[in-house]
Structure formats: structure tokens, C-alpha cells
């Protein structure tokens, strides 16, 4: 039989720290060999509709998961068999956050505290929801540019996960005093002047999923000892920032390492107390099925979900 989760299912099967520890077995199994992404496509068809395909084989899970825009497809890799279709809104949103989760763990400073984020939508939550598993974070500054979402993106926040948050005026009190910065924006052009960036901060850009999309800017890219991403060849077809520094000749794709190099230790996190490091992130197929199987084990051990005639 198999089984159908919903995003309301999903909520209940994948807390963030759970979310955070499987991403961080993924990139350990992809270390070994045993990973294999397939890099997003997105297609626009003749009378304006568009679709994503995206997906991956994660051995050690037993998973081979196929993402489209509105359903997902879980096999068996040791058997093919059709295990679940998963809805995968929900999945991406706490995986996006937990990918920053496991960035961060791995990235920043041990005793970052202060956190900027420039962005206050929905997939703000779930960064700083990550970010506060992992580190000791008393505080947290926000911007976005309209100061009725900043103010009540504050109060959301802080109500749900009880912890001083400071709504600010603009991109640069955002970053004044944080060793953590979240960029998660639609934006065209870069949110912050990275010469702003103090030593030993570690930065999460996790809005720019597109090649026409420029969160930050070339100095932050070039100030960066480490420039982390977590699937090179899906970063050289959407990391807009890196695609524009290396086509300016600023900036070479070998300077970066995979997010996987960096949490199996083949590649220091933190080169130096006062490096500025950068995780580019754009959201994977990997890191959706490395979900999957998870949700769906806990979905049979908890009982939830339905069962489908086939």
C-alpha cells in the first residue's frame, strides 16, 4: 500500500530539530558516495502554466524522491516500490530552514548570539526558528522595508519562540552588532554594502533561488573565506550572485565547496575566528527526499496519514 501525507501531516511528523539532524546525516551520506541530486528545472508551458521537477537518491535512506510543483513521489530504492505521495509545500518550507540550520551549526561562531534578518515572509520563520536550535541567540534584529510587516513579523516572533526581537529601520541597523545574518528576500539587487559585514560573521543567503535574483553583493562574496553552497551544479543555474561574480571574472565556481565537505569536516567550517563565511543555499531535491523518508517512517510508526488502494 501507500501512503498519503498532506502538509498538515507534515507538520506534525517534522519538527526543525529533527529536520536539522536529518540534513545533517544527508550531507555525511553524501560524503560517502552514497547522495545523488537532481538539480531543479522549472518549465513554463503555452498558456501561461509553469511546473519545477526536481528530486534525488539518497542510498543510506533506502529514498528516490520526485518533486513537482504541487505532489511528490517517494520509492524504495532497494525494492522501487511506490512508497508515499507527499505533498511538498510544507516539507520545503521547514527543510529550507533547516538547511540554514545546519549551515550555521557548522559556520558561525560558536557564541553568536545577535542574529540580523533581512526579511520578514513566511520563510523567515523557519531560518530563525533553525538558527535558534543551534546556537545561543538572545537576540534578534529584523528589516523589511515596510515597518507595519517588520513590527508585527517581531511580535510573531517573539510571541512563538519567546526571545527578544528588535524590529529595525533599515538594512544596516539590521547588521550592526549581529554575528549572524539571514538574507531571505525576493530582491534584484543586494540588500546590505558588504563592507558593513563585521569580521567573524557568518551570513545565510537562502532567498536567491534564481539567477536573476542579487541579495548580496560582490563585496560580501570576495570579503567571504568560505563561500558554502549546498549542490554546485544547481548553484551554477540559479545562485544568482555567484553566476553575476563569475561571469564579472571575480569570482571562480572552484572557490566554493558543497555544504557536504564542510559538515563531514573535509573542509573547516570556520577557517578563523574573524573569517566572514557565506552559505548560499537553493534548496535541493536531496535535502526533499532525505524529508521524505523520514516523515514517512514516522508517519507508519505514528499511524498517520492515508492509505491508498495501490
Known amino acids: 500500500m501507500t ?23 544527508l ?18 508551458f503555452e498558456g501561461g502554466g509553469s511546473g519545477t521537477l526536481m528530486g534525488g537518491v539518497v542510498l543510506g535512506s533506502r529514498a528516490y524522491g520526485v518533486r513537482n ?19 511538498p509545500s510544507a516539507v520545503a518550507w521547514i527543510r529550507t530552514g533547516a538547511a540554514s ?4 551549526k557548522y559556520m558561525a561562531l560558536p557564541d553568536a548570539s545577535v542574529v540580523g534578518c533581512v526579511g520578514t515572509g513566511r520563510q523567515a520563520i523557519t531560518q530563525l526558528q533553525a538558527i535558534l536550535l543551534v546556537r545561543p541567540i538572545t537576540l534578534i534584529k529584523v528589516y523589511s522595508r515596510s515597518q507595519e510587516r517588520r513590527d508585527s513579523f517581531a511580535k510573531q516572533i517573539c510571541d512563538e519562540f519567546a526571545i527578544d526581537v528588535q524590529p529595525v529601520g533599515s538594512a544596516e541597523a539590521c547588521l550592526d552588532g549581529s554575528q549572524i ?69 571575480v569570482f571562480r565556481w572552484n572557490q566554493a565547496v558543497e555544504l557536504h565537505q ?49
Open 3 to 25: 501512503t498519503y501525507l498532506s502538509n498538515e501531516d507534515i507538520h506534525k511528523l517534522l519538527p526543525m530539530g529533527a529536520a536539522i539532524d536529518v540534513l545533517d546525516d
Open 27 to 44: 550531507f555525511r551520506q553524501e560524503a560517502k558516495g552514497l547522495v545523488e541530486n537532481i538539480p531543479r528545472k522549472r518549465r513554463r
Open 69 to 87: 510543483s504541487y505532489q511528490s513521489l517517494l520509492h524504495d530504492t532497494e525494492t522501487g516500490k511506490l512508497l508515499a505521495i507527499i505533498e
Open 101 to 104: 540550520g545546519v549551515a550555521t
Open 181 to 249: 545574518i539571514v538574507t531571505i528576500t525576493n530582491s534584484r539587487t543586494p540588500v546590505f554594502d558588504g563592507k558593513m559585514i563585521a569580521p567573524g560573521t557568518h551570513i545565510n543567503a537562502a532567498g536567491g533561488n534564481s539567477y536573476a535574483r542579487c541579495e548580496v553583493d560582490e563585496t560580501t562574496i570576495l570579503r567571504s573565506a568560505l563561500v558554502a553552497v549546498d549542490n554546485l551544479d544547481q548553484a551554477k543555474t540559479e545562485c544568482g550572485e555567484l553566476i553575476a561574480a563569475v561571469d564579472r571574472g
Open 262 to 310: 564542510v559538515v563531514s569536516g573535509q573542509v573547516a567550517g570556520r577557517p578563523s575566528p574573524h573569517a566572514i563565511t557565506l552559505f548560499e543555499s537553493q534548496g535541493i531535491g536531496t535535502e526533499d527526499t532525505a524529508c521524505y523518508a523520514y516523515v514517512f517512517r514516522q508517519a507508519c510508526e505514528q499511524g498517520i496519514g492515508i492509505e491508498l488502494p495501490f
